[in-house]
């Protein structure tokens, strides 16, 4: 056996032995991030089972169409008068299909003076944006609107 030969076969047999593992592993059932949080199931976390009333009291400004999902710009506005006794507790930005729903939660209280919030939030496709707030006395109110996130601004 000459040194070359030696040299081909020993970088099949190494080449061989790499891909089995990935073959193996490709074939096993789908690895589950523990940040992993349903749409329903963070509305339960957030809400402890309470019902949930859509409001027009929610100004929610977001693209509906959005070219480039990484920084998808939201806005929310709410119509509240910030007192002592009556204020916006909470204000939670919920992407539906992302693999974590939760995207950010805004803690307020009356000295903020104005319940406004805006940020950027990354979306992995097309879903429904949700604005989910909770109110000083217990109630949560919330209002959708779907982003279409295109691919390059080709959608």
Known sequence: MQRRDFFKKLGLV???????PAISFASETKVVSKNTMSYQTAVDAI?????VTVSSKIKLKVPEIAENGAVVPVTVNIDSPMTENNYVKAIHILASHNFNARSIDVYLTPANG???FSTRIKLGGTQDVTALVELS???FISASQNVKVTIGGCG
Do not use: E, I, R
């Open 137 to 139: 006395n217990g109630d």
């Open 114 to 116: 104005k319940a406004m």
């Open 14 to 20: 190494a080449a061989a032995s790499a891909l089995t």
């Open 47 to 51: 809400t402890g089972g309470k019902t």
